[in-house]
């Protein structure tokens, strides 16, 4: 859905994709701003030769330093002795963002995951799942679309989003895309959706609701030689309403915003056949908190 497009596959209030196509869980549109290369291009300062009693000095004390590091780390205690306050909120080399380790899931339905736990630690895990199949090439035809709202969703929030998204995936959408009107790619050519979720936020929390915001970076775009739609990336930051519902947590409302994104690299794009090999060779993952 190009701008200015009056569609809006989700709606707003239901992390519905605004009227670019590019712009939602897995979208691509984005303007790049390259900054100066910092101090490149300065002359680098020659640094003064060492004499060998320096050498001598300076290979002795590395050499301490590894052996008293490799005292400090011995010892036959488990894990949980070693670091018992890890996984505590503002605990030394901690940060808000810190995996916690403890197992995300209980199982899965179809291809998403369920069962999680009900914490803020589940809620999040459940985001950044839920935002994976939110973004995925699975949206674009309608069989597999249904399974994910019912999955994702909250019974009523999906009945809700069901008609509406079927109307904005239309196949004058697809077609911009470079699909056909069942949403499969031409042949020879691969079209690529995919959420990377970078990390999550609980911005509320109590016993039956959650508020959690998933910063993810995607992939959208079709892959082959005669594309006039090559994947690109773009970073966003989805958030979601949750409700624990029936033993899991389910999304009743959400909404998407742009960034924050890095400034790009200098790596250079692959050839569309690198890109279609990657994304049939490497697997996603089910994202944990």
């Known amino acids: 859905m190009s701008p200015g497009d009056e569609h809006d596959y989700r709606g707003k209030d239901q992390g519905g994709r605004p009227d670019d196509p590019y712009s939602t869980l897995g979208g691509t549109r984005q303007t790049r701003t390259r900054l100066p290369d910092g101090d490149a291009g300065l002359p680098h300062a020659r640094r003064p030769v060492r ?11 590395v050499v ?8 400090a780390n011995r010892g036959g205690g488990s894990d949980k002795d ?5 996984k505590k909120p503002g605990a030394a080399g901690s940060t808000p963002t810190a995996a916690t380790g403890t197992k995300p899931v209980e199982g899965k339905n179809g291809t998403i995951a369920s069962g999680f736990a009900r914490d803020e630690q589940g809620a999040q895990s459940a985001a950044a799942n839920y935002a994976v199949a939110l973004g995925s090439a699975e949206m674009f035809t309608k069989g597999s679309r249904h399974q994910i709202l019912d999955t994702v969703y909250s019974p009523a ?3 809700k989003l069901r008609a509406p998204q079927d109307l904005a995936y239309s196949a004058e959408f697809l077609a911009r895309l470079g ?3 069942d949403g499969n790619a031409p042949q020879g050519s691969t079209f690529i959706s995919r959420t990377v979720p970078v990390g999550t936020k609980v911005l509320a929390f109590d016993d039956d609701t959650a508020k959690v915001a998933v910063w993810y970076t995607g992939l959208i775009g079709m892959s082959g030689q005669d594309s006039t739609k090559p994947v690109s990336t773009t970073w966003k930051t989805w958030t979601a309403q949750l409700s624990w519902l029936d033993g899991d947590w389910k999304v009743t409302g959400a909404s998407e915003s742009d960034g924050p994104a890095p400034v790009p690299g200098d790596v250079a794009a692959s050839r569309s056949d690198a890109i279609s090999k990657a994304v049939e060779e490497y697997g996603g993952f089910t994202y944990a908190r």
């Open 64 to 71: 301490l330093l590894i052996a008293a590091i490799a005292f």
């Open 51 to 61: 004499n060998s009693r320096s050498l001598v000095t300076i290979t002795g004390v």
């Open 179 to 181: 699909l056909d009107p």
């Open 157 to 159: 929030a999906a009945e």
């Open 82 to 86: 070693a670091a018992p306050d890890a």
